[in-house]
């Protein structure tokens, strides 16, 4: 294996041509027949192949202990016969190999495992972009600068750009990587870059090799350097921003359609986060906007003349600056206010004073405990101050992050609760998790939301801190388990901020990358949610301000406009000045208008505002516009005031259309490409009939899925004899969204055992369902085979080796010589070892057993039970118990075998006077250590390392005895720790056990009398 780098195993070859090439982890190299014992020493593993000489090959390595992996093209069994003979590893045919490759047979043999370096990068990047999303003490542009590392480390390049593109200028914005003479702020001609092509090209642009591909004249002279690039154009909501573009100074292999994809989702990412940025901004404008039009309402202010003497205060002036007006009024501002706060204050307001200049500024004094913004208006007779408390908002601006979206769906929803149900949905297109459950904080607890795939999706509110869902809010991180809402599965959640937590049933274990996954989901979801709440904040703001930012118009009595806002005159073309004053008629058609009294008398008749209308607006330039128009009224006065129309372009919808086919597209081609069969059909009077097949249905089930549309389902694939079960599994679909059942099929090759998954979904009042056929015959087959030869072993064992006993018992006491009766004890005694085999099985069966009851038990007691017999039996033997306090621990009654199998150990394998001490010992409040050390000849560390599961089993390491193997899946199964201690003699072997924390009576244990187990 190599030292750096990619694992990679050394494999010698011997034959014509070899079947496979290097990669994944495995070097081929190529050697003589005659010379394969030479160079054997130094590879992982031998190739041999027939025809090819690979026959006599092995014969040469009969004397070494390489693995050897045979591989016949011809399949002859005198061939199979010969290497079995010369001791060969691995043989392997074509017809054996099956699913698995010849690498599979050759990571097999010689006990490694390829990595794959493409997949590594993608984890690392992954977590890169996970670690940044999560972060909110992160700046928007170092998050950009991150997210650019992450890709260029991805791609396995220096360098990574983010630049603008505006009126035919290029503009580097942000760059990772050090590049010289391509850094942030260098503009060039659109024309003069590589990224001209990239915002002409609907997708990425790449080129391997510069010099090749691209004609360079007219190139900028700093964009010459560059050997290869990548790039894809930016949107920020519906409109181009600029390109994503990363770049080397040498040429490079073909980008992968995986480095494609990649660079897509983060340019796609680095629009959302631009445009979030943007709404940041756009928000804190409106904020100022707010605050300038109500700083008379609730802000303090006062006034100094040019010699400092406070003329005016007011008493929310007095609240924040904890003063008295009596007091204060007549001296001097520098006298009243505390010592800190004129020291902030000075420098700005004298500076105001002698510039004549507005100046607006915070500070932070800390005897007050406040965050204020003062705004400081010289005039000729002194200042007048205005500041208010922004405290909250300074809290608020500091606890919220600099969120990513959660994607085009997540993005376009503009509701909390449209928000769960996408991310519901969302977190069942994650790998490995087949259910789902939003929760949302409710009074003292977590309320669902949404549900996905879920049988029980009212289970009712879990308290905070209680269940994964209420430790996963509270802790703010994930937390796994069992939930009561997902009954069966393993499940995993994840904390959505304040927001509450989403958790999602797994069914099985899960893998890091679904784990990175989940977090990336739950960011971007609290990053939706976190837009919504800035979004209606946003509203009010501007509801509170003229919305100049909106389009908006105002209409008196008599259809006359009194008011248009400038984006409003912007958008359609006109002069502002020109329509004020003028008939609604030259804004909107008769049509338009005949809507809006509609929805005046609408509102005053009672109907809670706003009245929303679609219509269309004609622009000055003949252009007819989509839009929405939202009436309320201007007063509630019994005399008509005046009507406000506000206007929204539904130009965007169409975007929104085209996001909606991608995502379709995409779907589409997951649902292509599973590996499982999966058929999606919709119920009619009971019966599934097919809307369409993947390939993979296709080529299980012989069918053509062109012709199979439009037929039921059943009448294709279930065989004579199965159709009443068909008929209860179609019933089940139509009464649960999912189900499982294991069914027989007709298929290509005849009748065959699948693992049935059904997804049922409603559209339109219409149930539809997904059929998923996961092929489970052969390892049905499997499973029923191992149980016979389990059977068959333990019986045939147990009665031969009752028969050996015997036999070496007779002779035992028949044979006069002292040599033979001892040949004929060991006979005995090893015979005796054997038989117990079969009960090691038995314990073995029952330690893998995930269903075993655990119970509270007295260590102590089983323990002194354990000494107890073996020194009966041993007399020679010391063994000692200590124990200096003991509580009970969660385990059942193979605990008591794990012990026994430690103490015969000791006891058996030791050469002359064994002595065996037994420790008993708490460890902390959680765990329980019970210790069995000896002074016999040890356990070497190889086979240490074997059994600890540090070191893998292969053909020269492996363990020669069930017993600690037995000891240690018994304390697995109880949820424990096996563990090897550090001893220079003997061995030291401890069991740490869980304490048990409820009351409960201790399970008895068999008395001394009793021999163990």
């Given at each position: 294996?190599?030292?750096?780098?990619?694992?990679?195993?050394?494999?010698?070859?011997?034959?014509?041509?070899?079947?496979?090439?290097?990669?994944?982890?495995?070097?081929?190299?190529?050697?003589?027949?005659?010379?394969?014992?030479?160079?054997?020493?130094?590879?992982?593993?031998?190739?041999?192949?027939?025809?090819?000489?690979?026959?006599?090959?092995?014969?040469?390595?009969?004397e070494r202990s390489v693995p050897t992996v045979l591989y016949d093209r011809t399949a002859d069994p005198t061939i199979a016969a010969e290497a079995t003979r010369y001791g060969v590893t691995e043989y392997v045919t074509d017809r054996a190999l099956g699913a698995e490759t010849l690498a599979d047979r050759i990571a097999d043999a010689a006990g490694i495992t390829a990595l794959d370096a493409d997949g590594e990068r993608e984890e690392r990047a992954l977590q890169q972009l996970t670690t940044a999303a999560g972060d909110a003490t992160l700046s928007s542009s170092e998050k950009v600068r991150r997210i650019l590392k992450a890709g260029r480390e991805r791609l396995g390049v220096s360098f990574g750009f983010l630049s603008e593109v505006d009126d035919g200028t290029c503009t580097v914005v942000a760059a990772d990587g050090d590049p010289d003479g391509v850094t942030p702020g260098t503009s060039a001609p659109l024309e003069s870059t590589f990224c001209r092509q990239t915002v002409r090209t609907r997708g990425v642009r790449a080129l391997r090799d510069i010099e090749s591909d691209v004609w360079t004249d007219g190139m900028a002279p700093n964009y010459r350097s560059f050997g290869c690039y990548i790039g894809v154009e930016v949107h920020v909501g519906d409109r181009s921003y600029g390109t994503l573009w990363f770049a080397d100074t040498e040429a490079r292999e073909p980008f992968t359609q995986s480095e494609r994809?990649?660079?897509?989702?983060?340019?796609?990412?680095?629009?959302?986060?631009?445009?979030?940025?943007?709404?940041?901004?756009?928000?804190?404008?409106?904020?100022?906007?707010?605050?300038?039009?109500?700083?008379?309402?609730?802000?303090?202010?006062f006034a100094v003349d040019d010699d400092w003497e406070l003329t005016y205060i007011n008493p929310r002036a007095e609240a924040l600056l904890d003063g008295d007006a009596d007091e204060w009024l007549g001296k001097s501002l520098w006298s009243v206010l505390?010592?800190?706060?004129?020291t902030e204050l000075r420098g700005q307001y004298e500076r105001a004073l002698s510039t004549g200049e507005a100046t607006t500024f915070e500070v932070r004094p800390e005897s007050l405990g406040l965050w204020l913004e003062m705004s400081v208006y010289p005039d000729d007779d002194g200042l007048t101050v205005y500041f208010k408390d922004i405290s909250g908002r300074k809290r608020y601006e500091q606890s919220v992050g600099e969120l990513l979206s959660a994607g085009e769906k997540l993005h376009a929803s503009e509701s909390a609760g449209g928000i769960t149900d996408i991310a519901a949905e969302a977190a069942t297109q994650i790998p490995g998790f087949d259910r789902s459950i939003v929760r949302v904080p409710d009074?003292?607890?977590?309320?669902?939301?949404?549900?996905?795939?879920?049988?029980?999706?009212?289970?009712?509110?879990?308290?905070?801190?209680?269940?994964?869902?209420?430790?996963?809010?509270?802790?703010?991180?994930?937390?796994?388990?069992?939930?009561?809402?997902?009954?069966?599965?393993?499940?995993?959640?994840?904390?959505?901020?304040?927001?509450?937590?989403?958790?999602?049933g797994c069914g099985s274990a899960t893998g890091e990358t679904d784990r990175r996954l989940l977090s990336l989901l739950a960011s971007n979801v609290e990053s939706a949610l976190e837009r919504t709440d800035r979004e209606r904040q946003l509203r009010r703001y501007k509801a509170i301000h003229e919305t100049v930012e909106q389009m908006v118009f105002v209409v008196s009595e008599g259809t006359q406009i009194d008011l248009?806002?400038?984006?409003?005159?912007?958008?359609?073309?006109?002069?502002?000045?020109?329509?004020?004053?003028?008939?609604?008629?030259?804004?909107?058609?008769?049509?338009?208008?005949?809507?809006?009294?509609?929805?005046?008398?609408?509102?005053?008749?009672?109907?809670?505002?706003?009245?929303?209308?679609?219509?269309?607006?004609?622009?000055?330039?003949?252009?007819?516009?989509?839009?929405?128009?939202?009436?309320?009224?201007?007063?509630?006065?019994?005399?008509?005031?005046?009507?406000?129309?506000?206007?929204?372009?539904?130009?965007?919808?169409?975007?929104?259309?085209?996001?909606?086919?991608?995502?379709?597209?995409?779907?589409?081609?997951?649902?292509?490409?599973?590996?499982?069969?999966?058929?999606?059909?919709?119920?009619?009077?009971?019966?599934?009939?097919?809307?369409?097949?993947?390939?993979?249905?296709?080529?299980?089930?012989?069918?053509?899925?062109?012709?199979?549309?439009?037929?039921?389902?059943?009448?294709?694939?279930?065989?004579?004899?199965h159709e009443e079960g068909t008929k209860q599994l179609n019933d089940d679909a139509l009464s649960v969204d999912r189900h499982t059942a294991e069914v027989r099929r007709e298929t290509a090759d005849g009748q065959r055992t699948f693992l049935f998954r059904g997804v049922a979904y409603e559209v339109e009042s219409t149930t539809r369902?997904?059929?998923?056929?996961?092929?489970?015959?052969?390892?049905?087959?499997?499973?029923?085979?191992?149980?016979?030869?389990?059977?068959?072993?333990?019986?045939?064992?147990?009665?031969?080796?009752?028969?050996?006993?015997?036999?070496?018992?007779?002779?035992?006491?028949?044979?006069?010589?002292?040599?033979?009766?001892?040949?004929?004890?060991?006979?005995?005694?090893?015979?005796?070892?054997?038989?117990?085999?079969?009960?090691?099985?038995?314990?073995?069966?029952?330690?893998?057993?995930?269903?075993?009851?655990?119970?509270?038990?007295?260590?102590?007691?089983?323990?002194?039970?354990?000494?107890?017999?073996?020194?009966?039996?041993?007399?020679?033997?010391?063994?000692?118990?200590?124990?200096?306090?003991?509580?009970?621990?969660?385990?059942?009654?193979?605990?008591?075998?794990?012990?026994?199998?430690?103490?015969?150990?000791?006891?058996?394998?030791?050469?002359?006077?064994?002595?065996?001490?037994?420790?008993?010992?708490a460890v902390g409040d959680e765990w329980f250590d019970i210790t069995v050390r000896d002074d016999g000849p040890g356990i070497p560390e190889r086979e240490q390392a074997v059994i600890s599961g540090e070191r893998e089993i292969t053909q020269l390491d492996h363990s020669m005895g069930l017993g600690l193997w037995v000891a240690r899946w018994i304390v697995d199964g109880i949820g424990g720790e096996f563990v090897f201690g550090d001893c220079e003699d003997g061995t030291e072997v401890t069991l740490r056990l869980q304490q048990a924390t409820v009351e409960t009576d201790v399970r008895a244990e068999p008395t001394a009398d009793e021999p163990p187990t």
């Open positions: 294996m190599s030292d750096g780098g990619e694992p990679t195993a050394t494999v010698a070859y011997v034959g014509h041509q070899p079947p496979m090439e290097s990669g994944g982890g495995i070097r081929i190299e190529r050697v003589g027949r005659g010379s394969v014992d030479e160079y054997a020493p130094y590879a992982d593993c031998v190739l041999l192949e027939e025809p090819g000489g690979g026959l006599e090959a092995l014969a040469r390595l009969q994809t990649f660079v897509r989702l983060l340019a796609e990412w680095l629009g959302h986060e631009v445009e979030r940025d943007h709404r940041t901004v756009e928000l804190q404008q409106a904020q100022e906007r707010t605050e300038n039009v109500l700083k008379r309402v609730g802000d303090g202010f505390p010592e800190e706060l004129v009074g003292d607890g977590l309320a669902i939301d949404a549900a996905e795939g879920c049988s029980n999706p009212d289970c009712g509110t879990v308290a905070i801190g209680e269940g994964v869902a209420g430790q996963a809010y509270e802790r703010g991180a994930l937390v796994d388990g069992d939930s009561s809402c997902l009954p069966g599965d393993e499940s995993l959640a994840a904390p959505l901020g304040k927001h509450g937590v989403i958790v999602v248009v806002t400038q984006p409003l005159a912007d958008r359609f073309g006109y002069d502002r000045e020109e329509l004020v004053g003028s008939e609604l008629t030259a804004l909107a058609d008769d049509e338009t208008v005949e809507l809006g009294f509609e929805a005046y008398e609408r509102l005053r008749n009672g109907e809670e505002g706003p009245v929303v209308i679609e219509t269309t607006l004609p622009a000055a330039d003949g252009e007819t516009v989509p839009v929405e128009i939202e009436y309320s009224l201007l007063s509630s006065n019994s005399e008509f005031d005046g009507l406000v129309g506000v206007v929204r372009d539904r130009t965007e919808l169409a975007q929104t259309r085209a996001e909606l086919e991608d995502e379709r597209d995409r779907f589409q081609h997951l649902f292509n490409q599973l590996p499982d069969a999966v058929v999606d059909t919709e119920f009619v009077e009971g019966e599934p009939v097919v809307r369409d097949a993947n390939a993979a249905f296709e080529e299980t089930f012989g069918v053509d899925a062109e012709q199979l549309r439009g037929d039921p389902l059943d009448e294709h694939i279930v065989p004579p004899g369902g997904f059929g998923i056929y996961t092929d489970i015959t052969e390892r049905l087959e499997q499973e029923r085979r191992l149980r016979v030869l389990h059977r068959v072993l333990r019986h045939n064992l147990r009665n031969e080796m009752t028969a050996i006993v015997g036999y070496a018992d007779m002779l035992r006491d028949e044979l006069d010589g002292v040599e033979h009766r001892g040949y004929a004890e060991q006979i005995y005694r090893q015979a005796n070892e054997v038989s117990k085999l079969g009960e090691q099985v038995k314990r073995i069966q029952q330690a893998l057993d995930v269903e075993r009851r655990r119970v509270p038990v007295d260590p102590e007691r089983l323990v002194d039970d354990i000494a107890e017999w073996y020194r009966d039996e041993y007399p020679t033997a010391s063994i000692s118990v200590a124990a200096d306090s003991t509580v009970p621990v969660v385990a059942d009654e193979l605990l008591k075998t794990a012990v026994d199998n430690l103490v015969e150990n000791a006891v058996e394998h030791h050469p002359g006077e064994p002595t065996v001490d037994v420790e008993l010992e």
